[in-house]
């Protein structure tokens, strides 16, 4: 089984929005919507879990039923402290009815235009691996700083990649790779494949998409807006 774990947490305070950017409306629809519309289709997934804030729980859960996207639902998590442990709250209820030999994969909310070829490569790497990961290369020449005033060294960019979600896993391997960096070590975690890194998990890299990108900022929002506007 694949369960998707969905992260729904955040307050998009960059965003400078009354609410969270993921619950913004693009075309009559929460942002939240567009990637779980994209997990609802997928063949690949078999069911969700979402970390959101129990204030919004109640009304993610209408807009689901609403828009025919609760099959799947299994869930809601408690965001946690950080990106990292609202991940480990996630991947901790998800194994209350999982196997462990189950996979989970790992999405942002605000990355709206998750793709169904992205969640099938995934699946398709992960064979004989321990993760996935998609990147995307560096088009610029990349420097490294120890300062952050003055330049240290030359990167050598066909070497160094940006990562994406969504990010597979072993559901259990990836458990436990977390639950070691409890209960300091984890606030310290800025990507979701980092905890499999430092475990030694193997993980595969796939190409990212570059229309996955992340709502961050009022010019990520306007440009999704503007991508849903030329598709409808």
């Given at each position: ?84 442990l ?31 070829k992205?969640?099938?490569?995934c ?60 209960p ?19 993980i ?29």
């Open positions: 089984m694949v369960i998707a774990l969905v992260l729904s947490g955040g307050t998009g305070s960059r965003l400078g929005a009354d609410i969270p950017k993921q619950y913004l409306r693009v075309q009559g629809r929460p942002v939240l919507l567009y990637c779980m519309e994209t997990l609802h289709k997928s063949p690949v997934i078999d069911a969700v879990q979402i970390v959101a804030a129990q204030e919004w729980q109640e009304e993610i859960g209408s807009w689901l039923e609403a828009y025919g996207l609760a099959e799947k639902f299994r869930g809601f998590s408690l965001p946690g402290e950080n990106r990292q609202s991940i480990f709250h996630g991947l901790t209820d998800i194994r209350q009815y999982a196997e462990e030999d189950d996979l989970v994969l790992i999405h942002d909310a605000a990355r709206p235009l998750l793709s169904q992205l969640i099938a490569d699946a398709e790497a992960i064979r004989g691996h321990d993760g996935v990961l998609p990147v995307l290369p560096m088009k610029d020449t990349v420097y490294y700083s120890k300062d952050g005033r003055q330049i240290t060294s030359l990167l050598d960019r066909q070497a160094v990649f940006a990562g994406q979600a969504p990010e597979l896993f072993r559901l259990e391997t990836y458990y436990q790779a977390n639950e070691r960096l409890l300091e070590k984890i606030l310290r975690i800025n990507g979701s494949t980092e905890p499999a890194v430092l475990a030694g998990m193997q595969a890299m796939v190409p990212g998409d570059e229309r996955n990108f992340k709502i961050t900022t009022p010019a990520d929002l306007e440009r999704f807006r503007q991508i849903v506007e030329n598709e409808a």
